[in-house]
């Protein structure tokens, strides 16, 4: 089973709530990096907080939520050992891990029901990276477009 984080602002919060009990239901290890209620706070700081969870090994992969997913999947983005995904349906969940390596599923919390979420959530952790011409792709990711 993975070892997945998460972090989420305060529109994010009831949704993360609800995947946090999904998730360890599924057998997986969570860890919960705030937001710890519905205050408002700043969505950078969680997104850079997801970074710092897999660069420090405290994580597999990511789970973050704000409320289009747009914003945190931004922040998170700014770390260069982040692919976050803002996914909408199980399809663009499994085809980011496919694909694109992710390691960071994004949610809208504002635009996605908790079903659709959980849709994501299954696709993003049982889908592995297809590799061959993706790779190459992926790692052009890296170089900063030079």
Not at 63 to 85: D, E, F, K, L, M
């Amino acid at each position: 089973m993975a070892k997945i984080a998460f972090a989420s602002d305060h529109a994010g919060f009831p949704l993360k709530q609800e995947l946090k009990n999904y998730i360890q239901d599924l057998g997986h290890e969570v860890t919960d990096l705030g937001t710890d209620s519905e205050e408002s706070v700043d969505y950078p700081d969680f997104g850079f907080a997801i970074g710092n969870a897999l660069t420090g090994g405290n994580a597999d992969v990511g789970i973050i939520v704000c409320g289009t997913g747009i914003g945190i999947s931004i922040a998170a983005n700014r770390n260069p050992a982040v692919r976050a995904a803002l996914c909408h349906d199980g399809l663009t969940a499994r085809m980011a891990r496919q694909h694109n390596d992710a390691n960071v599923l994004a949610l809208g919390a504002r635009v996605t029901g908790i079903e659709t979420a959980k849709d994501c959530v299954v696709a993003f952790l049982t889908t592995e990276f297809e590799g061959g011409r993706h790779a190459r792709r992926v790692a052009k990711l890296d170089t900063s477009g030079n």
